[in-house]
C-alpha cells in the first residue's frame, strides 16, 4: 500500500548554458556592453534574454531548451494491520485519535450482525498494536474533549440517552450525564471552553462540566432544523454546529455560536448547503469552518469564514449557479462516496473516500499539496490526526481487495512535505 503523487507539478523554469566557439562571444571586434562595463566584457548579454552579440552583426536569438518537469516523490508512509477480513469489527466503530498519547481509541461493536449489540471502548497503542479494552456500552458516538472521553449512549435508566464521561487511562466510566430526549437520540460532543465540552442532538446544545456533569450553558437550534454534527473553534471562542432543514425545506445550514455562552452568532445562506440530502460535517479552523456534506452517492465540500459564514474558498464552480449538484469530478470540493478532515499543524488535512489526501491552506481553502492512494479501492477514513513535532499524519483508513472482496483497516503514519505545514 503506498501513496502516489496526483500530478499537480508545478512549472519549472530553468536556463542552459549556451556556448559558441572562436570569438562569438567577449573576443577581438565585440560590439559595446552596457554602460559601464568594459568593451569585450559584455558580448553575451545574459542568459535570461537568451542572446549574443556577434561582432557588429545583430543580437541572435538562441532556443534553450526546458527540461522535462520532475515528479516529486511519493509522500513516505507506513501501515500498520488493524483488522482485516469480510467484516471487521473495527470497520463498524467510532473512532478518535490521539497522536500525542500515540493511541487509538475505537468504540468496537461485539457484535457486526446485531444493531443492538453492546460497543467495547478500545485503547490501540499507536506504535505496537496493543489492545486495552474497557468499559462497554450501547452506544451510537466517540470524542476526545476537556481530556477525557465521551461516549454517546443510547439510553440509561427510564431510556433516556445519556453522555458518559470515560478515562482515557483506565477506559473505564467517570460518570453519566443524563441528557433530554428520545432513546434513539444520537448526540454529538465538541470541546468547549477549559473544563467543559458542548453536547448536541435534535434542536438541543447543552455545555456540561467535565468535573460535575452539571449543565453551565444551554442554545436552542432554530425551527425546522435537525443537528448534525457540532466542531469547537480551535481559538476557543466559537462553537459550530450543523443542522438539516426539515421538510419540507431542504438542504442544510451551519451556525456559529459563541462558545461560553451559547449566543447565536451567524447562520449560512439557504443557498451555501442547497444540495446536501443529510445534514453536514464539520471541522473547525482558526478563520472558520470547512463543511462537507452528501448529495446522493456524491458530496461537496468548502471553507465558510468566521463571524459570517459566508464562502471563503473551496465547493465546486457550478453550487451556486447550477440546477444540479455536484458530480464527483475528483478532487477535495467535487468526489464521489465519502470525505473526512481534520485541523492540526496549522493545515487542514482532506481525505475522500476515493483515495485522495491533500493538505489545505485554512485561510483560503486552497489545496498546497495531494496524494492520491493507488492500490484497491478506499472505503472511508476513519480518523485524521497531525503531529506537527514529528512533521507525521496518522490516519486510519479502510481498502478492499480487489480480488477477495476483504476489507483491511490500517493505521497509515504519513510525512508529507514541508510545504505543507503552516
Avoid at 446485531?114 to 485503547?123: F, G, I, M, T, Y
Avoid at 445534514?279 to 472558520?288: D, F, M
Amino acid at each position: 500500500m503506498g501513496w502516489m503523487r496526483s500530478g499537480l507539478v508545478p512549472g519549472v523554469a530553468a536556463v542552459a548554458a549556451v556556448v559558441l566557439a572562436g570569438s562569438a562571444c567577449g573576443g577581438p571586434g565585440t560590439a559595446p556592453g552596457p554602460p559601464g562595463r568594459s568593451p569585450g566584457s559584455a558580448g553575451c548579454l545574459g542568459a535570461q534574454r537568451m542572446q549574443c552579440v556577434v561582432g557588429s552583426a545583430s543580437p541572435v536569438t538562441v532556443t534553450v531548451p526546458s527540461p522535462r518537469p520532475t515528479t516529486p516523490p511519493p509522500w513516505p508512509e507506513h501501515g500498520m494491520v488493524l483488522a482485516e477480513g469480510n467484516d471487521p469489527p473495527l470497520a463498524f466503530g467510532s473512532q478518535v485519535l490521539d497522536p500525542a498519547a500515540g493511541v487509538l481509541y475505537a468504540l468496537v461493536p461485539t457484535s457486526v450482525a446485531s444493531p443492538s449489540a453492546r460497543d467495547v471502548l478500545e485503547a490501540i497503542d499507536l506504535r505496537t498494536g496493543r489492545v486495552r479494552r474497557g468499559a462497554s456500552y450501547r452506544a451510537d458516538g466517540l470524542a476526545l474533549a476537556s481530556g477525557l472521553l465521551w461516549v454517546s449512549v443510547y439510553s440509561g435508566p427510564g431510556g433516556h440517552p445519556e453522555l458518559a464521561e470515560a478515562s482515557p487511562a483506565t477506559l473505564a466510566t467517570i460518570r453519566s450525564v443524563p441528557l433530554p430526549g428520545s432513546p434513539g437520540l444520537a448526540w454529538s460532543v465538541a470541546a468547549g471552553p477549559p473544563g467543559s465540552v458542548w453536547a448536541g442532538a435534535g434542536r438541543t446544545l447543552l455545555r456540561v462540566s467535565a468535573s460535575t456533569g452539571i449543565v453551565l450553558a444551554r442554545a436552542v437550534l432554530p425551527a425546522g432544523l435537525q443537528l448534525t454534527a457540532v466542531a469547537a473553534g480551535p481559538g476557543g471562542a466559537s462553537l459550530y454546529a450543523a443542522a438539516l432543514r426539515l421538510p419540507p425545506r431542504y438542504g442544510a445550514v451551519v451556525l456559529e455560536y459563541s462558545a461560553g455562552a451559547g449566543r447565536l452568532v451567524a447562520q449560512s445562506g439557504a443557498g451555501t448547503l442547497r444540495w446536501s440530502v443529510g445534514g453536514a460535517s464539520l471541522t473547525a479552523v482558526p478563520g472558520g469552518v470547512w463543511t462537507w456534506f452528501r448529495t446522493g452517492m456524491m458530496g461537496q465540500s468548502g471553507l465558510l469564514r468566521a463571524r459570517s459564514l459566508s464562502v471563503a474558498g473551496g465547493f465546486p464552480t457550478t453550487f451556486s449557479t447550477a440546477d444540479s449538484p455536484a458530480t464527483g469530478i475528483g478532487t477535495v470540493y467535487d468526489w464521489a462516496m465519502g470525505s473526512d478532515s481534520a485541523y492540526g499543524g496549522g493545515t487542514l488535512w482532506v481525505a475522500t473516500s476515493p483515495g485522495l489526501l491533500a493538505c489545505v491552506n485554512p485561510d483560503t481553502g486552497r489545496v498546497r499539496a495531494q496524494e492520491t492512494l493507488t492500490p484497491g479501492q478506499a472505503l472511508g477514513v476513519y480518523a485524521m490526526a497531525a503531529d506537527r513535532a514529528a512533521g507525521r499524519l496518522v490516519a486510519v483508513i479502510s481498502t478492499v481487495s480487489n480480488t477477495t472482496g476483504a476489507t483491511t483497516v490500517t493505521l497509515e503514519t504519513i510525512t508529507p512535505p514541508r510545504d505543507c505545514w503552516g
